[in-house]
């Protein structure tokens, strides 16, 4: 099956926390990639407490600062590894 995307994807390492509107707070994940209209993170917890549609935080450590990014979350899944 052909994947079609909204937007190229580009590789992003940084420690990534999210934090929900309902004041869940998620540390220690992993940015995977990122795109002009989202960032696909992984967590080491196999059961992220989050839904679908969440609203949330995303805040990425980068070597140069904090990047904080306003979202929903639109996907929830496990990857190959379990994550």
Do not use: Y
Request: charged content about 25%; proline content about 7%; glycine content about 12%.
């Amino acid at each position: 099956m052909e994947e079609r995307r909204r937007a190229p994807r580009f590789g992003l390492s940084g420690v990534v926390d999210v934090a929900t509107w309902s004041e869940r707070i998620i540390v220690g994940g992993h940015a995977v990639n990122a795109s002009a209209v989202g960032i696909l993170t992984s967590f080491a917890v196999p059961a992220v407490p989050v839904q679908v549609g969440d609203r949330c935080l995303v805040t990425v450590r980068l070597p140069s600062g904090l990047l904080h990014l306003p979202g929903h979350v639109r996907r929830k899944e496990p990857g190959d590894d379990g994550r």
